[in-house]
């Protein structure tokens, strides 16, 4: 299977807050990210999250880590249209000199 | 204005031509990479490069190749031997986060 694993469609109405899951298998992961893809645009970096980190806030922005579960998330609060986009997560790995491995992408469709 | 730059937006290619890919930074940054996208997946590595005049294999770079002759560039080859090269193409650069170009769609006719 994938070594990072996104559920694949999130639907949510505007105002509400959205949660995209990922799981990683890696334990040396460093850094953990999240990118935004607009329809034929390349990837956005979002924000992300060192290891040793537990959350992390950026405005409307949250990312939660359990190292435990190897679980990474993002909620954005207050969705607008404008978010509906792909969200990729990606780790970077100890040892791999700053590549990173993706998720497939979570399709977000934010409804009026 | 920093960023990375990517020629063309759209590329088409006939069977059996090679066709190269552009991709510059104005970031400074040492390393680049080449992604490929196909529909409902990840982004594939492709080839990535640490310096100026080395480069290694991602993991499907059978039917592709690469340079890095100067810091800012980092153009791909598609080869003819790519069997199935109809995809878009994203070029990255890092120092400690990585940054994305705006992509190249390839279509194979």
């Keep these: ?112 | 204005d920093g960023g990375i730059t990517q020629s063309p937006k759209y590329l088409f290619r006939k069977e059996g031509q090679n066709v190269t890919l552009s991709c510059e930074q104005n970031l400074n940054h040492d390393a680049m990479y080449w992604y490929r996208q196909d529909p409902g997946q990840g982004l594939r590595l492709i080839y990535y490069s640490q310096i100026v005049n080395d480069f290694q294999k991602g993991d499907i770079a059978e039917g592709y190749s690469v340079s890095r002759e100067k810091k800012e560039s980092f153009p791909l080859t598609v080869t003819s031997a790519q069997k199935n090269p109809t995809a878009f193409y994203l070029c990255a650069s890092s120092s400690n986060e990585q940054f994305f170009g705006p992509g190249t769609r390839l279509t194979v006719l």
């Design chain 1, 1 to 112: 299977g994938e070594d990072v694993e996104q559920s694949l469609f999130l639907s949510v109405r505007e105002g509400d807050s959205s949660v995209i899951n990922c799981t990683y298998t890696d334990s040396s992961s460093t850094y953990l990210y999240w990118y935004k893809q607009e329809p034929g645009a390349g990837l956005q970096l979002l924000t992300y999250i060192f290891s040793n980190m537990d959350m992390k806030q950026d405005q409307r922005l949250t990312v939660l880590l359990n190292k435990k579960d190897k679980h990474l998330s993002l909620r954005i609060a207050d969705t607008q249209t404008g978010d509906s986009a792909i969200y990729f997560c990606a780790e970077r790995r100890g040892t791999s000199y700053g590549k990173l491995t993706f998720g497939q992408g979570t399709i977000l469709t934010v409804h009026p």
